[in-house]
């Protein structure tokens, strides 16, 4: 038995620095430190971070004033900063610098006077942030989401020769290509961003399970379910014909799994950590003594993002 271990796998450069501001945050100010929604969808990550005092809250009114509150690597929409800035919080800002450009490309179409359509996942608060740029003044111009090919073959929009299509970061490249597909067959004069809206991680991860699925009898993603990247990476192996898992931990494992298995493929999604993966492997060594651990080769990474300069600056008193 083989584990091949896809690359790259696990934390991108956006979750790196989004758990970094809240760990900066925590060793720099008194609690509390509040935390709206999951800083990034991983359960492990999560609990790691509460258990160092942060607190995660779906919405502002469940902070008192004058309170620090850290915005997720999902970001938020407009309305959320005007009550936080009311509210008179201290926002240190975790939003992924890619979603951010997305949102800067939401902005520019609302003030063209374009209408714009979203292709994201309904609910997702990546989407609800993106949506929540849009600024309905002069009721000429409007914001639509997308999901699917089917909802692209069928919305209806006020401007089909003055729009244009922006797109959710983590999607699936094979979904997203379909959609887009459809949407300029309907819209011939539809404009898009000069470069894909999919994050690098997003995209190279998806290449690296595809490589990986072509080489394995079974791929395990270690990913949390609420997370849109690793659901993304489980879909795209099944779709190459291997059966996929989407796991959160070595817990899950189920040895049932690995009878006449000869090659597991073992990947993460882009808000997992790499120790999560490291219990898995050592979860199958455990189960099947004989397996060899393989890293196949992959897109290298070397993307950083910088921390608020509030927190690069800061010293704690």
Known sequence: MNILLAN???????????IDIVNRALDLFDPPIYVRHEVVHNQFVVDTLRNRGAIFVEELDEIPDDNIVIFSAHG????????ADRRQLKVFDA????VTKVHMEVIRYCKSGQDLILIGH?????????????????????????DSVEEAAQVEIKQPEHVAYATQTTLSLDDTKDIIYELRRRFPKI?????????????NRQMAVRDLASQCDLVLVVGSVNSSNSNRLAELAERQGVKSFLIDGAKDIDDAWFEGVSNI?????ASAPEKLVRDVIEKIQQLHPEAQLKDLAGEPENMVFAL??????VHKN
């Open 76 to 83: 938020v929409s407009k309305a959320v900063r005007k009550e």
């Open 8 to 18: 790259p796998r696990g934390f991108c450069a956006g979750v790196d620095r989004a």
């Open 265 to 269: 493929g073992l990947t993460a999604g």
């Open 191 to 203: 404009k898009g961003p000069k470069h894909d809206d999919i994050c690098y991680a997003t995209q």
């Open 95 to 98: 939003t992924c610098p890619l």
């Open 122 to 146: 309904h609910g997702h608060p990546e989407v609800e942030g993106t949506l929540g740029q849009w600024d309905r003044l002069n009721g000429q111009s409007d914001i639509y989401l997308v």
């Open 308 to 313: 608020p300069k509030e927190l690069r600056l």
